[in-house]
């Protein structure tokens, strides 16, 4: 998995800001559009003036900030404060729904990744589906309340993964990313950036915002979803991730997403 500045690829410029103008003067309170997305697909950083929930129904996105990534793959969503400047990149073949809601109605002050419930994917499509010129606009209110409460109790997941912004250390975090190593140890990377460790361990968080053994749990699962999702064996992920055996990465995978790798999957 390749982390770079996001560069545009494969985006029609103009058709995405057109894109953005028709989003941002959207009169409805929520205003959902579909979309299908080839892998690979980068675009510019830009930001909307609404709040947004953006879900993965197939495949898996990564959308970054300055100093931070948020992996969404399937089943889940990014909850998108308005204002946020981001770009995202597809990691694979994707089909996404995204819902823009008026700050009034659904402000939030962080981004975050979030499980989608079965009620919220099928509350999404029915908007998507629905085109002007509306036959039945008290049923299409009423979905849209519905959506709306039902997206202030989406569950919280742990897919977010902060960047640093000291150079040197974001080069090591983006080298782990290309190949995590869940025994990485803190005197490695303090000795590849010449600190002692608790040099080392302080700097990282300050930079972060959380321990170097929390970032490198998060930079394992952050690597290994798109390769499940893709279909490789959870074997050879757990292996290719450093893990000594499969019970070592389920038991990691368990506690971060709440489920083992297996069940996770079927569930999605």
């Given at each position: ?189 303090a000795a590849t950036l010449a600190m002692s460790r608790r040099s080392f361990t302080r700097f990282f968080r300050t930079q972060t915002g959380v321990s ?57």
């Amino acid at each position: 998995m390749r982390f770079t500045e996001f560069p545009t690829i494969g985006v029609d410029l103009d058709e995405h800001r057109q894109s953005l103008n028709r989003i941002d003067a959207a009169q409805e309170p929520l205003y959902a559009i579909g979309r299908s997305y080839k892998a690979g697909m980068r675009s510019p950083m830009h930001s909307h003036r609404k709040t947004q929930l953006w879900h993965a129904r197939r495949g898996v996105v990564v959308v970054g900030t300055s100093d931070r990534r948020w992996m969404i793959p399937p089943g889940h969503g990014l909850i998108i404060p308005a204002g946020l400047e981001h770009a995202s990149e597809t990691m694979s073949p994707v089909e996404m729904l995204s819902i823009y809601v008026d700050t009034q109605l659904a402000f939030v002050e962080r981004p975050k990744v979030v499980n989608v419930t079965t009620l919220a994917a099928n509350l999404m499509d029915e908007l998507v589906r629905d085109a002007p010129p509306f036959p039945k606009p008290r049923r299409r209110e009423l979905i849209m309340d519905l959506l709306l409460d039902e997206m202030q109790q989406l569950p919280e997941v742990p897919l977010g993964l902060p960047f640093p912004n000291d150079p040197r250390l974001a080069a090591a975090c983006r080298a782990f990313l290309e190949a995590p190593r869940a025994v990485a140890s803190i005197d490695d990377w303090a000795a590849t950036l010449a600190m002692s460790r608790r040099s080392f361990t302080r700097f990282f968080r300050t930079q972060t915002g959380v321990s170097f053994v929390t970032w490198r749990q998060q930079a394992c699962l952050f690597a290994s979803l798109p390769r499940l999702a893709a279909g490789h064996s959870i074997t050879s992920v757990a292996l290719d991730a450093g893990y000594e055996n499969i019970a070592a990465f389920t038991t990691m995978f368990r506690r971060m997403m709440g489920s083992p790798p297996r069940q996770y999957l079927l569930s999605r």
